[in-house]
């Protein structure tokens, strides 16, 4: 228990503290590796390739996990992160049931979601102090 405490207070000096652009960054390297799977999930859309569609959606399910908890915690964001969730799990399923049509449209609707969050950001001016 006290281990645990002291993580969370550790994790609490951290976002208070300039270090916390740490996290910027990371979520940086996050955002192009979402990158990275969205185009192997189109590249496996393209060439029928229903195993690179399957595991690029579960890595990018995964990686809508990771960068859930330092992110700006609005429920906007949450709404936007639960969105990406279901089009890549809807992904997955398409991909399992080797229906290209259904996976494409949930590739489209991933994307929608990529924009819509990333719109978001932009007009409520938290993505970026830049
Ligand atoms: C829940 C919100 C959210 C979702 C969903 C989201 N992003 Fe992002 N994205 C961000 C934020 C916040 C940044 C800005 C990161 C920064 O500059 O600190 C960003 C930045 C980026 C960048 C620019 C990174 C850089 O090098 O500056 C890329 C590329 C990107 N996202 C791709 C994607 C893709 C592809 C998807 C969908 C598969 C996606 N994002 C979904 C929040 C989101």
């Not at 185009?39 to 496996?44: A, D, N, P």
């Not at 915690?73 to 399992?96: S, V, W």
Request: overall charge positive; glycine content about 4%; aromatic content about 6%.
């Amino acid at each position: 228990m006290r281990t645990n405490h002291f993580a969370a207070f550790a994790a609490a000096l951290l976002l208070a503290s300039p270090a916390a652009r740490a996290a910027d960054l990371s979520t940086q390297q996050v955002m192009q590796e979402k990158l990275g799977h969205s185009q192997e999930i189109l590249r496996g859309i393209a060439t029928e390739n229903y195993d690179l569609i399957l595991a690029n959606a579960q890595k990018l399910n995964r990686l809508s996990h990771a960068t859930g908890w330092f992110t700006r915690q609005t429920p906007e964001y949450e709404l936007f992160t639960n969105e990406l969730r279901r089009h890549t799990d809807a992904l997955g399923k398409a991909a399992k049931a080797k229906n290209l049509d259904a996976a494409t449209l949930s590739y489209m609707q991933m994307t929608m979601s990529c924009v819509a969050c990333h719109k978001y950001m932009r007009s409520a001016k938290v993505a970026s102090l830049k």
